[in-house]
């Protein structure tokens, strides 16, 4: 299986600031995604991190609001902008085949 | 997104009993699935998945997988104190999206 590393593991931030979160994995990854997943809640998909081109964003996500780079098989990068208390939330990113899915062991954010 | 549904529970069951956890689905295309564990704080755990009809047996957990239904059940034997956790199915594939997972507590 993949070592998935996220950084930073948690963060408190001020409401109108932004967070980058980012996601490393130990070996090259054809999928790799992100999650979202607000207390008590199950995981909600942001967006598929497409290698080389935009992310594909799910409905009710906006690329301004989570703007996310990939600019290799390795690595990924999802930014929280404009925070708001309603993004306090786990963060995660899942990589993997289609036999095989791993996540990574989350951003705790907290917005003040 | 594409609709699985699990029972949210909370489930309890006593220890050594056989815990039964659910989940259906709408899309007639998922043909496999993933079943997930999450501890509370933790992310999600692979733990299982099943590809074809029947069962699929890897110690004590049984998936069953019933394509003509809609229907993917996880089957915990000898349920132990450590099992309590979170469990989220999900179809496989490039992009899939999880039931609202079953709150399951093992009571010693």
């Known amino acids: 299986s993949a070592v998935i590393s996220q950084k930073p593991s948690r963060d408190i931030c001020q409401r109108g600031t932004s967070l980058t979160i980012q996601c490393q994995v130990d070996?090259?990854?054809?999928?790799m995604f992100w999650y979202r997943q607000q207390p008590g809640q199950s995981l909600t998909l942001i967006a598929t991190a497409n290698q080389g081109s935009e992310a594909t964003y799910e409905s009710g996500f906006v690329i301004d609001k989570f703007p996310i780079s990939r600019p290799n098989l390795t690595f990924s990068t999802l930014t929280v902008s404009n925070l708001s208390p309603e993004d306090s939330s786990i963060y995660l990113c899942r990589v993997g085949t289609y036999n095989e899915q791993f996540f990574g062991p989350g951003t705790r954010l907290t917005v003040l | 997104q594409k609709e699985v549904e699990q029972n949210s529970g909370p489930l309890s069951v006593p220890e050594g009993a056989i815990a039964s956890l659910n989940c259906t689905y709408s899309?007639?295309?998922?043909?496999?699935f993933f079943w997930y564990r999450q501890y509370s704080g933790k992310s999600p755990e692979l733990i299982m998945s099943?590809?074809?009809?029947g069962d699929k047996e890897d110690g004590r957990f049984t998936a069953q997988l019933n394509k003509a239904s809609q229907y993917v059940s996880l089957l915990i034997r000898d349920s132990q104190p450590s099992d309590s956790a979170t469990y989220l199915c999900a179809p496989t594939g490039n992009q899939f999206y999880f039931g609202t997972g079953t709150s399951l507590t093992v009571i010693p």
């Open positions: 099943i590809y074809s009809n």
């Open positions: 070996s090259q990854v054809t999928m």
């Open positions: 899309d007639r295309v998922s043909q496999s």
